[in-house]
């Protein structure tokens, strides 16, 4: 049997539908330019564009985490949550599109997708 490839795994989704994170009353980001990443045993993930995010409102955070089919993740928190969003910078080749953008942990803040 063979491992998993990232193929097997993962399926990104570029999609125009509106994607706004808050923070309770604070917007972190607004985009219409997201990719949905979908992984095997996770929830989707909205992977959003740095421009269309607040990194004003974030911090980076000293967790850095790997993952063998996305590569290094580093991590950005607020004042109140710790580890709030990541960022594969540097991403493999196969998750190039998710390179430079943040995705949010919807378990913490709000990730609000509109329907078109």
């Known amino acids: 049997m063979s491992?998993?490839?990232?193929q097997d795994r993962i399926s990104l989704h570029p999609h125009t539908h509106r994607?706004?994170?808050w923070n309770g009353a604070t917007l972190l980001a607004d985009s219409t330019r997201a990719v949905e990443l979908r992984e095997k045993g996770y929830p989707p993930r909205q992977y959003?564009?740095?421009s269309d995010v607040q990194m004003a409102q974030l911090l980076r955070s000293t967790t850095v985490t790997h993952c063998p089919f996305k590569g290094d993740a580093t991590y950005y928190r607020t004042d109140d949550h710790p580890d709030v969003a990541w960022q594969y910078t540097e991403p493999l080749a196969d998750m190039a599109a998710i390179a430079g953008r943040l995705a949010?942990?919807?378990s913490v803040v709000t990730v609000q997708v509109d329907a078109e």
């Not at 491992?3 to 990232?6: C, L």
């Open 48 to 50: 959003l564009p740095e």
């Open 3 to 6: 491992a998993d490839t990232p």
């Open 104 to 106: 949010f942990d919807d």
């Open 19 to 21: 994607v706004r994170v």
